[in-house]
């Protein structure tokens, strides 16, 4: 298991696979600024969020506990330019998220996204004297994480007293 967050590693597939710079994306509520160069710009942020398998197990081999939460959660996918990047280059994010590059990702992770994503919404709108072209697409991401530790033991009682009842 790794304790990357799965919404870094689709902006890592997405910056990968488009050919784009660290500065190009970003996760949502970060404090960035959209530079007014044209140039294609992604944001990417957790909708929604539910857990569907949730479980705990004690491996005998290891002597731990091992608790396994599935996840299905929602991420938004903005792309934006000041320019027609974002209108031109919308179909790549789809392109990106089904590469040999994902899948390798989604393997070494433990997540899968969905084959087929949500329909790109034009969010598009004037930012002070500028218009952006601004396309939405939600994805869905299921994922497994695993939490182990060692659990705590009920077997070793102080001071024990033995009553028998005659």
């Known amino acids: 298991m790794s304790d990357r ?3 870094k590693v689709l902006g890592d597939i997405l910056k990968n696979q488009m050919g784009l710079r660290d500065d ?5 509520y970060s404090k960035f600024d959209i530079p007014e160069k044209p140039d294609l ?4 942020s957790y909708i929604s969020g539910k857990a569907i398998g949730n479980s705990s197990h004690f491996d005998t081999n290891t002597n731990r506990e ?7 959660d929602i991420i938004q996918v903005d792309i934006m330019s000041f320019d027609s990047s974002a209108r031109t280059r919308k179909e790549e994010v789809i392109a990106a998220l089904v590469s040999i ?15 087929i994503p ?3 919404i034009n969010a598009s709108s004037l930012e002070e004297t500028k218009f952006l072209n601004r396309f939405t697409i939600s994805v869905a991401v299921t994922s497994l994480s695993r939490i182990e530790r060692f659990p705590s033991y009920y077997d070793k009682f102080q001071n024990v007293e033995e009553h028998v009842n005659v």
């Open 118 to 120: 949500g329909e790109f």
């Open 101 to 115: 590059f994902s899948l390798q990702q989604q393997e070494k992770y433990n997540f899968e996204i969905g084959r």
């Open 41 to 44: 710009y992604i944001a990417l």
């Open 5 to 7: 967050e799965i919404i």
């Open 66 to 72: 091992q608790i396994d939460t599935t996840m299905h």
């Open 24 to 28: 190009q994306i970003m996760l949502a």
